[in-house]
């Protein structure tokens, strides 16, 4: 079977659900905090592991209680933990503020996944690119780990998928021989460092890193769907129309149901419409680990379309 490897954070997730965000100098009173794991790489490695992908994980927590637990979970959702490391640094935290509608703001602590350097990268995780078919990124470790990853991979001759988000100040010119990015409205804006305010800026915006080597461009557009780009020209694809009731995750589920789809050998249009399938399952229920679907969940929900 094919190994995909997934380099990335692991948070744990504050989430504070009220029923909006408060306005400048308001102060509410919030329905309730919950604490669940999560971070963009924890959340698409076990999404991986549940689509039934053999996943490799790489991340760092620190020595605290916050790292326990985060392990203990990945390991009961069945992600081999081997290549998690511990640092004496607090571990990563995510505060999200959740409103009754199902949109989020996220605010992130990166803590152990900040403490990730090129050299690390270079002892642990070149032999784990070595044995995948595909590696996943995402842009929530440092930029200097980011770096080395792409050098790796680009060696190696190995594709490389990059969620790209957050930004942080990362430009495209850090990502490049990518085999595929995926950004949203605002990550696109920042990797290209131009402002994009109508649908036309954002094909604008898809189709200069195209221009610049990339060859698959997927910009994730939320409740719109995403917006496919190449050489060969532009697709649109639309979002199922479901009743949200929490956004978080919903991101990492899209990737990894698209590179679950990639590592089955679906072509490239497929793979975004079985992730299109993967989001949408997770919008409908709460907490980021805890929405990602299984390939029996996806099974369900085309069965009901």
Known sequence: MKKIC???SINMDVVIKMDRIPREGENIFCERVDHSCGGKGEN????????????????????DAFGDTLLQNMRELGVDTTHVLRKNVSTGVAYILLESNGDNRIIVNPGANEAITAEDIRRDVTPLIEQSDMVLIQLEVSLEAISEIVAICNRLNKKLIVDAGPVRGCKID???????????????????????????????????LVTL????????????????????GVRCFDAYRVKAIDTTGAGDSFMAGFCAGLMEGMSVEDAISYATK??????MRMGAVNSMPSREDIAIFEAGL
């Open 6 to 8: 997934v380099i990335g």
């Open 44 to 63: 698409q490695a076990i999404a991986l592991s549940k689509l039934g992908a053999d996943t490799l994980f790489y991340g760092c927590v620190g020595n």
């Open 174 to 208: 850090r990502l490049m021989g990518a085999y595929c990015i995926s950004p949203n409205e605002t990550e696109l804006s920042a990797l290209i460092g131009e402002p994009l305010e109508t649908e036309e800026d954002i094909r604008r915006g898809a189709q200069k």
């Open 213 to 232: 080597g990339i060859q698959h461009v997927v910009v994730k557009l939320g409740a719109k769907g995403c917006l496919y780009v190449t050489t060969g």
């Open 278 to 283: 993967c989001g949408a399952v997770a919008v």
